[in-house]
C-alpha cells in the first residue's frame, strides 16, 4: 500500500499455469481434430454422412474409455450432457454434408470462424453479460466479413454455406456448456457421451443419408474411419479439459489456429487453395473476433483489479477503486 491509503500500482498480472496449460491443451486438440476432419471428409463421399456419425462414435467412444481405463465416465448432469451432445449432432450433421458436396476444408473452417463472434452475441441472455458499443461494431464488422466471402459468384455463393453459417451457433452454444459442464462431470464423460450419442443419431439418419457405397467399407477406409474416432476422442478430451481449467477468453482465439491446419492439409491432401475473397473475408472475421476477444479480456483484468484493491483497503472507497470501478463503463460503452 502506498502511502494515503491508496493501492500502489501492480505489475501486469501474468498468465496462471492453469492457462498456459490450457492454451498447450487447446492448440493440441484443434491440430489433432484437423486430421480428424481430413480424415472424414476424405471417406464421407464413400460411407455418407449417416454412418460417418456412427462410425465416429463408436471408434471414438472406444478411443475414450480405452484411454482413460473405463474411469470418470458416469455422467452427472445427464439431461445438459446429452442437450449438449445434441446441438453439436447437429454440428457433425452440417460440416459432413458439406464435405460430402465438395466444400473444402480451409473454406468450411473459414465460415465457422464466425463461432466466436456469435458466442459474444449469446453471451447477452445466457451469461448475463454486458457488451458495449466497441464490441458491437466489432461484432458488426466481423459479419460484414462473412458478407466478403460470400459474395455471389464467388466460391462460398451456395447453399452449404448458409447450413456452416447456421451450425456455427450450435458451435458456440457447446463451446458455453461446456464450461458449464466442466463444474460437474469429467473431461472424459464430456468426450465419451458426445461422441456415444453420434451413434443413434447417425442411425436415425440413415433414411435420409444411405451410404453411397453400402454399409461395410474397405480396408482403407475402416482405417480412416478408425483414425477419425482416435483423433475425435483424444481433441474432445484435450477440449474438456482445457475449458475445465482456462478461461474461454483464453482459449477462443486458439480456434482460428484450425484455419492454418485446413489449409495445409486442404492443400496437401486435395491440391486445394482458397479463394482471395475467402482469406479475406476470414481476415476481417478473425480480426474482429481477436478484438472482441482483447476487449473481454481487459473487461476481467480490470475488475480482478478493483477485487483486489478493495481486498487491500476494505471499506475504503479510494480514488483508486473508482477509476478500476468506471474504467470498463467509460472504455466499453
Same mark, same amino acid.
Given at each position: 500500500?502506498?502511502?494515503?491509503?491508496?493501492?500502489?500500482?501492480?505489475?501486469?498480472?501474468?498468465?496462471?499455469?492453469?492457462?498456459?496449460?490450457?492454451?498447450?491443451?487447446?492448440?493440441?486438440?484443434?491440430? @489433432?481434430?484437423?486430421?480428424?476432419?481430413?480424415?472424414?471428409? *476424405? =471417406?464421407?463421399?464413400? $460411407?455418407?454422412?449417416?454412418?460417418?456419425?456412427?462410425? #465416429?462414435?463408436?471408434?471414438?467412444?472406444?478411443?475414450?474409455?480405452?484411454?482413460?481405463?473405463?474411469?470418470?465416465? #458416469?455422467?452427472?448432469?445427464?439431461?445438459?450432457?446429452?442437450? #449438449?451432445?445434441?446441438?453439436?449432432?447437429?454440428?457433425?450433421?452440417?460440416?459432413?454434408?458439406? *464435405?460430402?458436396?465438395? $466444400?473444402?476444408?480451409?473454406?468450411? +473452417?473459414?465460415?465457422?470462424?464466425?463461432?466466436?463472434? =456469435? %458466442?459474444?452475441?449469446?453471451?447477452?441472455?445466457?451469461?448475463?453479460?454486458?457488451?458495449?458499443?466497441?464490441?458491437? &461494431?466489432? /461484432?458488426?464488422?466481423? !459479419?460484414?466479413? @462473412?458478407?466478403?466471402?460470400?459474395?455471389?459468384?464467388?466460391?462460398? *455463393?451456395?447453399?452449404?454455406?448458409? %447450413?456452416?453459417?447456421?451450425?456455427?451457433?450450435?458451435?458456440?452454444?457447446?463451446?458455453?456448456?461446456?464450461? $458449464?459442464?466442466?463444474?460437474?462431470?469429467?473431461?472424459?464423460?464430456?468426450?465419451?457421451?458426445?461422441?456415444?450419442?453420434?451413434?443413434?443419431?447417425?442411425?436415425?439418419?440413415?433414411?435420409?443419408?444411405?451410404?453411397?457405397?453400402? +454399409? %461395410?467399407?474397405? *480396408?482403407?477406409?475402416?482405417?480412416?474411419?478408425? !483414425?477419425?474416432?482416435?483423433?475425435?476422442?483424444?481433441?474432445?478430451?484435450?477440449?474438456?479439459?482445457? !475449458?475445465?481449467?482456462?478461461? @474461454?477468453?483464453?482459449?477462443?482465439?486458439?480456434?482460428? &489456429?484450425?484455419?492454418?491446419?485446413?489449409?495445409?492439409?486442404? !492443400?496437401?491432401?486435395?491440391?486445394?487453395?482458397?479463394?482471395?475473397?475467402?482469406?479475406?473475408?476470414?481476415?476481417? $472475421?478473425?480480426?474482429?473476433?481477436? +478484438?472482441?476477444?482483447?476487449?473481454?479480456?481487459?473487461?476481467?483484468?480490470?475488475?480482478?483489479? #478493483?477485487?483486489?484493491?478493495?481486498?487491500?483497503?476494505?471499506?475504503?472507497? /479510494?480514488?483508486?477503486?473508482?477509476?478500476?470501478?468506471?474504467?470498463?463503463?467509460?472504455?466499453?460503452?
Amino acid at each position: 500500500m502506498a502511502d494515503g491509503g491508496t493501492a500502489a500500482p501492480r505489475p501486469p498480472l501474468p498468465l496462471r499455469q492453469d492457462t498456459l496449460r490450457g492454451i498447450a491443451l487447446v492448440c493440441a486438440g484443434y491440430a @489433432v481434430i484437423s486430421a480428424g476432419d481430413a480424415a472424414v471428409k *476424405w =471417406v464421407v463421399p464413400e $460411407v455418407g454422412v449417416a454412418m460417418a456419425m456412427v462410425w #465416429r462414435g463408436i471408434f471414438g467412444m472406444l478411443a475414450v474409455a480405452v484411454m482413460v481405463g473405463g474411469r470418470g465416465l #458416469r455422467p452427472k448432469r445427464l439431461p445438459l450432457l446429452a442437450g #449438449r451432445s445434441l446441438v453439436h449432432c447437429s454440428v457433425t450433421v452440417a460440416f459432413y454434408l458439406a *464435405w460430402f458436396n465438395g $466444400v473444402q476444408l480451409a473454406d468450411s +473452417y473459414a465460415l465457422n470462424a464466425v463461432a466466436p463472434l =456469435v %458466442m459474444t452475441v449469446l453471451a447477452i441472455p445466457l451469461l448475463g453479460e454486458r457488451v458495449g458499443w466497441r464490441r458491437w &461494431t466489432s /461484432t458488426v464488422i466481423g !459479419f460484414a466479413g @462473412v458478407l466478403i466471402m460470400l459474395q455471389p459468384g464467388g466460391e462460398l *455463393w451456395r447453399w452449404e454455406s448458409a %447450413m456452416l453459417l447456421a451450425s456455427a451457433v450450435g458451435l458456440a452454444l457447446s463451446r458455453i456448456w461446456i464450461r $458449464v459442464l466442466a463444474a460437474s462431470d469429467t473431461p472424459q464423460a464430456i468426450a465419451f457421451w458426445l461422441l456415444a450419442i453420434h451413434i443413434p443419431v447417425g442411425l436415425l439418419l440413415l433414411p435420409v443419408f444411405p451410404p453411397p457405397a453400402g +454399409y %461395410m467399407p474397405g *480396408w482403407d477406409v475402416a482405417w480412416a474411419l478408425g !483414425f477419425l474416432g482416435l483423433a475425435n476422442g483424444v481433441a474432445h478430451m484435450l477440449f474438456a479439459r482445457a !475449458f475445465s481449467i482456462a478461461p @474461454v477468453s483464453a482459449l477462443a482465439s486458439y480456434e482460428y &489456429t484450425t484455419l492454418v491446419w485446413g489449409g495445409l492439409l486442404g !492443400f496437401l491432401v486435395w491440391a486445394h487453395v482458397p479463394a482471395w475473397t475467402t482469406l479475406a473475408g476470414a481476415a476481417v $472475421v478473425i480480426s474482429a473476433g481477436l +478484438y472482441n476477444l482483447h476487449r473481454e479480456r481487459l473487461r476481467r483484468q480490470q475488475a480482478l483489479a #478493483r477485487a483486489m484493491a478493495e481486498r487491500d483497503a476494505p471499506g475504503l472507497a /479510494t480514488d483508486a477503486v473508482t477509476a478500476a470501478a468506471d474504467l470498463p463503463r467509460r472504455r466499453d460503452n
